[in-house]
């Protein structure tokens, strides 16, 4: 969130769309209403009661025994509370439902985000989104509304029976409303102003604290701990300041409408006094006309503070919906491939280019795999290569060209159909704070048997075997308990757990050591003919008994056949090899 702060017309659309998940609870908001309408309506009995007691319980022929004036009290604060309590109990259990269905909208929005927008993210954007300000929007609305209900309905009743026992200094006191308005609505637009600047200040700590959170061992290594603590600590000051001004914006609000409502109770109490003398109201019928009105007063003054909780609710929310809003993946394709798939692939004529990119990825580039042959790319750095591997999974579409796998053009396949032909390894590892076998069988039905022969064929069950809870072990958050190595061995366990038709290794065996990484070649080889591998390696060793080689160059195969063809081709791939001998 950014740019200027929202006026209250820019929030009125925040408010419209929050109503919506609210709306399948509103049994359990009219249900809270009731029980706050109940508790209302016992706010006129005490100074009506105190009427009585004062003209008539001190009179010794009084018409009601002394006992019903505490009986009557305590069952008059005993029914409020009981009603207070329902109210508030079932407007929670509205607004944690609210919250629940606005967490899973979010959480499903992230889900099917287009791929540029957690490149345009703020590091910890999403969690904030997500996790903390559904909660918090929720329940600074939530506060106002118990505000709204446990004083605004009183303050209704009051004002009734204010207006019933006296109407000509009842509609002088509303005179002061006006000039009460006038100062809430110029602190309140102060408010959005600091609470905007305050809401981007919080994304961004958040941000400073997820980038340490997740390089901390670039951190320490670098000896950066003093230049991260001093980022926090400018970054978090800005947090305190914004937050300071917002709450000095917030609680400008109440003084000034003590004040104003001071001044008119002042007033009124005087012409009530003079107005008594005139026409001899009963010290009974003075006190309860006073404490009436000094109960409005005080309901009305809690009510002034009602605004600025909606108007910081708000902001928060409308960060909350800018993620509800984030552009879906385009899934047009409704097709299925025919079973059984083999995994053949044709790319022809594509190209590709990145907004903000210097020139395209892809230029052209085709290439052909046979079904259950093992091709490898290689190529420097910027030759395209993961821009093929994205396009395959339709990570990304191509400006032209086209994607054929065994034959059907992959535009007209969902993308779930596309997606489960591929097991891939990435270069970037990516594991979860869970057990080794929901790692291993991530998103499928578990078989420790499976997993077992897959940690086998990835050189990691001798490591497993001596854990003393085996598979069941948790690794911490991506992993953190394992070594560099194991990490990596451990995706490669979970793409051959899969068992997809097409596996892509993307720099997978770059961390291994020497003797896992002939271990894993190993367990590849031998399913060589059953699956269709593609190998992305620096380290030429990982592709030299691949089928099939093909040299990529700015955007394009430049070159294509087997290791001894290609080194006595005397080319760009005799070039690399010959650097890598160095």
């Known amino acids: 969130m950014s740019g200027p702060p929202p006026a209250r017309d820019e929030l009125k659309p925040t408010a419209r769309r929050l109503w919506t998940f609210f709306k399948p609870h509103r049994r359990g908001l009219l249900a809270a209403f009731l029980a706050y309408l109940g508790a209302a309506a016992t706010e006129p009995l005490i100074p009506h009661l105190l009427n009585l007691v004062l003209d008539q319980g001190f009179a010794a022929t009084a018409s009601f025994p002394l ?70 929007a929720v329940s600074l609305l939530a506060l106002s509304a118990v505000v709204l209900l446990r004083d605004g ?24 409303l006006p000039a009460l308005a006038l100062v809430l609505r110029k602190v309140n637009r102060r408010v959005r102003k600091v609470g905007s600047v305050a809401y981007d200040a919080q994304i961004q700590l958040s941000g ?19 230049h991260e603590r001093a980022r ?28 104003i409502s001071a001044a008119g109770l002042s007033l009124i109490v005087a012409l009530a006094l003079y107005q008594g003398r005139q026409t001899g109201v009963t010290p009974g019928e003075f006190a309860a006309f006073v404490t009436a009105l000094l109960g409005l007063m005080s309901r009305a003054r809690h009510l002034t503070d009602v605004a600025q909780p909606i108007t910081n609710g708000l902001i928060v929310a409308r960060g909350s919906m800018e ?50 042959q093992t091709v490898a790319l290689v190529g420097p750095s910027g ?15 191509p400006d032209a060209g086209s994607i054929l796998i065994d034959g059907v053009d992959s535009r007209t396949l ?42 086998r064929d990835a050189a990691l069950w001798d490591f497993v075997q001596t854990l003393p809870e085996g598979l069941q072990t948790r690794i911490g958050a991506n992993g953190s308990t394992l070594s560099g190595g194991q990490r990596q061995r451990l995706a490669i366990a979970r793409a ?87």
């Not at 099917?112 to 904030?128: L, S, Y």
């Not at 594509?350 to 580039?365: F, I, N, V």
């Not at 271990?519 to 099939?548: C, F, M, P, W, Y």
């Open 153 to 176: 309905l009183p303050a209704i009743a009051l004002l009734g029976y204010l207006l019933y026992t006296n109407w000509q200094l009842t509609l002088l006191t509303l005179a002061t």
């Open 496 to 582: 051959l757990y899969r068992d997809a038709p097409i596996w892509i290794f993307d720099e997978a065996t770059s961390a291994l050591d020497t003797e896992s990484e002939r271990a894993v070649q190993e367990a590849l080889a031998r399913h060589q003919g059953h699956k269709t591998l593609i190998l992305i390696a620096h380290r030429l060793s990982t592709v030299r008994h691949a089928d099939r080689i093909f040299v990529l160059q700015a955007g394009r195969v430049v070159e294509a056949g087997t290791h001894a063809e290609l080194l006595a081709l005397g080319g760009s791939y005799a070039a690399l090899v010959s650097l890598a001998a160095e």
């Open 414 to 455: 969902s993308l779930a159909a596309l997606r489960r032909q591929f097991a891939v390894v990435s270069q970037d590892i990516v594991l979860f704070d869970d057990s080794l076998l929901a790692n291993v069988c991530y998103a499928q039905v578990p078989d420790p048997a499976r997993a077992e022969a897959a940690l």
């Open 232 to 259: 926090f600590a400018e970054t978090a000051g800005h947090l305190r300041r914004q937050t300071l001004k917002q709450a000095a914006a917030n609680a400008m609000s109440q003084p000034l409408s003590q004040l």
């Open 67 to 136: 006992w019903m004036v505490p009986a009557v009290l305590i069952s008059l604060f005993a029914l409020r509370g009981l009603f207070g309590f329902l109210g508030q109990y079932l407007l929670h259990w509205t607004i944690g439902r609210t919250v629940l269905d606005l967490r899973r909208a979010l959480m499903d929005a992230l889900l099917r985000a287009d791929a540029r927008a957690f490149t345009q993210m703020p590091g910890g954007a999403a969690v904030t989104k997500v996790v903390a300000d559904p909660q918090q």
């Open 323 to 372: 993620l509800l809003d984030t552009p879906a993946e385009q899934d047009p394709g409704r097709g299925e491939l025919p079973e059984p798939v083999r995994g053949e692939i044709l790319l022809q004529d594509l190209r590709l280019s990145y907004p903000g990119g210097a020139g395209p990825a892809l230029d052209g580039l085709s290439l052909q795999v046979q079904a259950g």
């Open 383 to 397: 030759a395209g290569k993961s821009s093929v591997i994205h396009l395959l999974q339709g990570l990304a579409q």
């Open 208 to 226: 400073v604290v997820d980038d340490v959170a997740r390089a901390w061992r670039l951190v320490r290594s670098f000896n950066a701990e003093p």
